[in-house]
Every structure is written in C-alpha cells, then in structure tokens.
C-alpha cells in the first residue's frame, strides 16, 4: 500500500510552518498639501478611497456589535476531515509494518525507535510526521471546538454590518461574507436578558443621552451614521428596571390586599401577581426553568402570608 506523499509545499497547507514576512522598503507618500482637501460629500461618494477597510476596521474593533465575522463551519469541518484522513492512512502503513515484522524471518524488531531510524527508514519518518500532524489536529478541533460554541450573530449585529457596508467603503467582492448571515458569528457575545436585549432594540433608549457612550475618537469610528451606547448605563438601567418591577411586585399586593376583604378576589390578586412575577423572572433574568418556579413560589408563599394576617386581623372578635 503506497501512501499519498505528504503535504510539504503551498501557503494554505495546513501542517507547514510559518513563513517570516520580509518586510520591503516602503516608498515616502507624496505630498499632498498641493492637492485640495475634498470635502464629506466628496470623502461619501469614494468612501473606497478615503475611508477602505482603514475605517472598516477601526468600526469593527470599536465595538463587540459590530464586530462579525464568519465561522467558515464547513470549510473547517473540510480541513479537520482533511486532516484526519491523513492520519488514517499513517495508521494503516505503521499497522501494515509492524505486521510485515512480525511475520518476516530473521532480526525484524518493533520494540525500538532506535533501531526504526536505521533499518526501519519508513516507520521512523511516519512516526516523525505523525507527530506534527496530531500535533495540528488536536489544535486544530479544539480551536474550532471554542468556535463552534460561539452563539449566531443577532439580527441587529448583522443589520450594524449590513449598514456600514452600503457606504461601499469595500469592494463589492469582499462584501459578500455578510450574506452567510447563518455563519456569522460575534467575536466578543455578551448573554443577556430577553429584558436587556429589548432595552438594546428600542430605539428611543438606544439613542437617549441616558445611555450614551462618551465619544473616544482614538477607537470610535468618525461614521456620523455610527451611535455608540454604553453597556455599563444599559446594564444599570436593566438593574433599576428589575429592581423597580420587584418593589411593585411586592408592595402592590400588599396595600391592595389590606382594602379586600372578599376572600375570592384576594386569592385572584395573588394569582394575577404571581403569574407577573413568573413571566418577569423569565424576561428579566437568566435563570433556568426550575429556579424561575422556586423564586416564584417563595413568592407565593409571601403572599399568602400577608393574606392570613389581614384575614386574621378582620376576624368578629
């Protein structure tokens, strides 16, 4: 059985080693303070000369929303297939060598790597590439492995995407990965509540001076169509949400309950808040099922407790 030669040439290769980037002397730019000094609607109109993936990136890294990539799924499963194949086949040639020792007269050994490097030329060298492609597989899964736990890029990350790249800054080509939109992926996920992504999707929060993000022009892009808003002023105004929702939810029933007497209409409070307070747990925090039935039922319990006490207390003496 004759194995394939192994992969030893070619920049995307998976098992080769980095080639050093020799730098080239780089000609001086001309001077341009004979030129006129184009103005905004000039700078929009060739947003691929003026701005190109220089203000695409610094966009990009300047907030986690905006910074989507592509996962490359299945060209990753491609290579890691690759890749393994590869290691099939080294398996099957060492397997069919330690057989043919076996069964062959005379000093045959496959008990010493020292004796493989000079009777067992073949052994030795796919042992020694072996090492280097596991050594590339084994990084290679559990990179991608981390890559694939990361979560879907929102609609709204891919919209922000969407919306810079109709300024035409880059070249029409190069901006066809946004259209793999179940491939893209944020690089940096924050998991919130289904409370605070609704807070990020208003508009009229998102654009209020409450929850604005101070310019910073050293890594916020100059876009004027680009609003940044704080995560931290986002978070507060999540926090004193739930914390006003939880003030409400527990004084509400309190001070209706001391003007009811009818036991009914007491009970259908308690029920109405106690079904609110089971929906606000789930929108407003990142709990799991049974923890959201668990708050909700000490909840309960409260209730009932200020029920038997204003019962108690309206009881004929």
């Known amino acids: 059985m004759n194995l394939p030669p192994p992969v030893t040439s070619g920049i995307?290769?998976?098992?080769?080693?980095?080639?050093?980037?020799?730098?080239?002397?780089?000609p001086k730019p001309p001077d341009t303070s004979i030129y006129p000094t184009p103005d905004a609607t000039a700078k929009r109109k060739k947003a691929w000369k003026y701005e190109g993936y220089q203000e695409f990136s610094k966009w990009m890294a300047s907030d986690d929303d905006f910074f989507v990539i592509r996962r490359f799924q299945s060209l990753n499963a491609h290579v890691i297939l690759y890749m393994?194949?590869?290691?099939?086949?080294?398996?099957?040639?060492?397997?069919?060598?330690?057989?043919?020792?076996?069964?062959?007269?005379?000093?045959?050994?496959?008990?010493?790597?020292?004796?493989?490097?000079?009777?067992?030329?073949?052994r030795d060298r796919l042992m020694c590439e072996l090492t280097t492609v596991l050594h590339h597989y084994n990084?290679?899964?559990?990179?991608?492995?981390?890559?694939?736990?990361?979560?879907?890029?929102?609609?709204?990350q891919i919209r922000n995407l969407e919306t810079f790249l109709k300024?035409?800054?880059?070249?029409?080509?190069?901006?066809?990965?946004?259209?793999?939109?179940?491939?893209?992926?944020?690089?940096?996920?924050?998991?919130?509540?289904?409370?605070?992504?609704l807070l990020e999707r208003t508009r009229l929060i998102r654009?209020?001076?409450?929850?604005?993000?101070?310019?910073?022009?050293?890594?916020?892009?100059?876009?004027?169509?680009?609003?940044?808003?704080?995560?931290?002023?986002?978070?507060?105004l999540s926090t004193g949400s739930i914390i006003i929702l939880g003030l409400c939810m527990l004084l509400g029933p309190m001070w209706w309950l001391e003007f009811v007497s009818n036991s009914i209409i007491r009970l259908t409070i308690i029920t109405v808040f106690l079904a609110c307070f089971m929906g606000s747990m789930a929108l407003a925090t990142v709990n799991r099922p049974f923890e959201v039935v668990a708050s909700s039922a000490a909840y309960a319990a409260v209730l009932m407790v200020f029920m038997q006490?204003?019962?108690?207390?309206?009881?004929?003496?």
Do not use: C
Not at 189 to 197: E, I, V, W, Y
Not at 207 to 227: C, F, I, W
Not at 309 to 317: E, R
């Open 207 to 236: 654009l209020s001076r409450m929850v604005e993000s101070k310019a910073d022009p050293s890594y916020q892009s100059n876009s004027g169509n680009t609003h940044y808003s704080s995560d931290a002023a986002l978070d507060n």
């Open 139 to 156: 990084q290679y899964v559990e990179t991608f492995s981390k890559i694939r736990d990361r979560p879907r890029a929102e609609d709204r």
């Open 12 to 26: 995307a290769a998976p098992f080769i080693a980095s080639f050093p980037i020799e730098l080239q002397n780089i």
């Open 309 to 317: 006490i204003d019962g108690n207390s309206k009881q004929p003496q």
């Open 84 to 122: 393994q194949n590869r290691i099939v086949k080294i398996e099957e040639r060492l397997e069919q060598i330690h057989a043919n020792n076996e069964n062959t007269e005379g000093q045959r050994n496959n008990g010493s790597f020292s004796w493989d490097m000079k009777n067992e030329p073949e």
């Open 167 to 197: 300024r035409k800054a880059v070249a029409e080509p190069e901006r066809k990965f946004a259209n793999h939109k179940a491939d893209l992926i944020s690089i940096n996920p924050h998991p919130s509540t289904p409370l605070g992504k």
